[in-house]
């Protein structure tokens, strides 16, 4: 096994200089440090285990959380997540700092600047879909400070990692349970949380990718609820009055309960076929009387546990994400098997 002392040698530069760069302390020249990564890679150096606990420990590590769409009930297992790992690297004098967001610009950018305030060295992110978001995931970047997004992504941005469904595929599984479970004519109601989030508009692209095959189902209008139970309950009411036609609901995102809440206010509940994510406890009650027809799970401990794996990892080894995409299982549920 390479030794720092062998990488030193190689690269004409003291111990103390690769200590700095495997170690991310303190400024070396850019060149000098591409030069003894080349050169750690090519060796496949691996870092003292024991030591990396020694550095993880000096360094007191802060690591930031912000999650998207507060209120929203599948955060709760999420949470439980992040709380598990953040109690596990407490022992590495590593601390978790947690904001919670609602869909807004400048809720998450305010959070963003308050945790980098606070003096974080990485950041775990389910990010608005904006450029502003963008440009400064890749401003963090630059400064040193990693990003890993999870629940949702942001296109070409500098995050090192992305820990989520593919939410492409995930709408795919959806329409091909809905075209199983239904017959006929169908009509389809599209009911997502918001348009600047790009796990929800992935999912309605995936399953309209598959339901555009089939003559025989039509879907008559999508909506958003910002994932507000009280929100979906109004716009869900007031889109089964405007297409009286539909017989079956996707629920993209949150507001499941209020929108179900809405379908039964309405006496159609054994008409309407609906579909959803998730399994939160209202979820569950509901699946359990027959209302909603199934539903996909999506790992949200793991999400929730993951990111800060890698971001603890990288900063005390230095060590890129072994994938770019972690995805997550994605798990079916119906009546009988809850």
């Given at each position: 096994?390479?030794?720092?002392k062998?990488?030193?040698?190689?690269?004409?530069?003291?111990?103390?200089?690769?200590?700095?760069?495997?170690?991310?302390?303190?400024?070396?020249n850019?060149?000098?440090?591409?030069?003894?990564?080349?050169?750690?890679?090519?060796?496949?150096?691996?870092?003292?285990?024991a030591?990396?606990?020694?550095?993880?420990?000096?360094?007191?590590?802060?690591?930031?959380?912000?999650?998207?769409?507060?209120?929203?009930?599948?955060?709760?297992?999420?949470?439980?997540?992040?709380?598990?790992?953040?109690?596990?690297?407490?022992?590495?004098?590593?601390?978790?700092?947690?904001?919670?967001?609602?869909?807004?610009?400048?809720?998450?950018?305010?959070?963003?600047?308050?945790?980098?305030?606070?003096?974080?060295?990485?950041?775990?992110l389910?990010?608005?879909?904006?450029?502003?978001?963008?440009?400064?995931?890749?401003?963090?970047?630059?400064?040193?400070?990693?990003?890993?997004?999870?629940?949702?992504?942001?296109?070409?941005?500098?995050?090192?990692?992305?820990?989520?469904?593919?939410?492409?595929?995930?709408?795919?599984?959806?329409?091909?349970?809905?075209?199983?479970?239904?017959?006929?004519?169908?009509?389809?109601?599209?009911?997502?949380?918001?348009?600047?989030?790009?796990?929800?508009?992935?999912?309605?692209?995936?399953?309209?990718?598959?339901?555009?095959q089939?003559?025989?189902?039509?879907?008559s209008?999508?909506?958003?609820?910002?994932?507000?139970?009280f929100?979906?309950?109004?716009?869900?009411?007031?889109?089964?009055?405007?297409?009286?036609?539909?017989?079956?609901?996707?629920?993209?995102?949150?507001?499941?309960?209020?929108?179900?809440?809405?379908?039964?206010?309405?006496?159609?509940?054994?008409?309407?076929?609906?579909?959803?994510?998730?399994?939160?406890?209202?979820?569950?009650?509901?699946?359990?009387?027959?209302?909603?027809?199934?539903?996909?799970?999506?790992?949200?401990?793991?999400?929730?546990?993951?990111?800060?794996?890698?971001?603890f990892?990288n900063?005390?080894?230095?060590?890129?994400?072994?994938?770019?995409?972690?995805?997550?299982?994605?798990?079916?549920?119906?009546?009988?098997?809850?």
């Amino acid at each position: 096994m390479a030794t720092i002392k062998e990488i030193a040698a190689l690269a004409g530069v003291s111990r103390g200089t690769v200590d700095r760069v495997l170690n991310h302390r303190g400024s070396v020249n850019p060149k000098t440090a591409e030069k003894i990564l080349e050169i750690a890679r090519a060796l496949d150096y691996k870092p003292n285990k024991a030591g990396i606990v020694l550095a993880a420990q000096k360094r007191k590590l802060k690591l930031g959380v912000i999650l998207l769409g507060a209120g929203n009930p599948f955060y709760e297992e999420v949470l439980l997540g992040i709380s598990a790992k953040a109690a596990e690297l407490a022992g590495y004098n590593c601390t978790v700092l947690i904001r919670q967001t609602e869909y807004s610009l400048k809720e998450q950018l305010l959070a963003i600047d308050e945790l980098t305030e606070e003096g974080i060295n990485g950041l775990a992110l389910t990010p608005y879909n904006d450029n502003a978001i963008r440009r400064r995931i890749n401003a963090l970047y630059d400064q040193g400070i990693p990003v890993v997004t999870l629940n949702t992504d942001i296109e070409n941005s500098r995050r090192i990692a992305y820990v989520g469904s593919n939410y492409y595929r995930s709408g795919q599984t959806a329409a091909g349970l809905l075209r199983l479970m239904t017959s006929g004519q169908v009509y389809i109601g599209i009911i997502s949380g918001s348009r600047n989030v790009l796990c929800h508009t992935e999912r309605i692209a995936g399953f309209q990718s598959v339901m555009q095959q089939y003559d025989n189902v039509h879907i008559s209008a999508t909506i958003t609820n910002q994932d507000d139970d009280f929100e979906s309950y109004e716009m869900t009411a007031r889109l089964l009055k405007e297409h009286p036609e539909i017989n079956a609901l996707y629920f993209a995102a949150g507001g499941v309960y209020g929108g179900c809440r809405a379908v039964i206010a309405s006496g159609r509940q054994y008409d309407i076929k609906m579909f959803a994510y998730d399994m939160v406890e209202t979820t569950k009650k509901l699946i359990e009387k027959g209302l909603i027809a199934a539903t996909i799970c999506q790992q949200p401990f793991l999400q929730g546990s993951k990111p800060l794996d890698i971001l603890f990892t990288n900063l005390t080894t230095g060590e890129s994400p072994q994938s770019e995409y972690n995805y997550v299982d994605l798990d079916i549920r119906i009546r009988e098997n809850l």
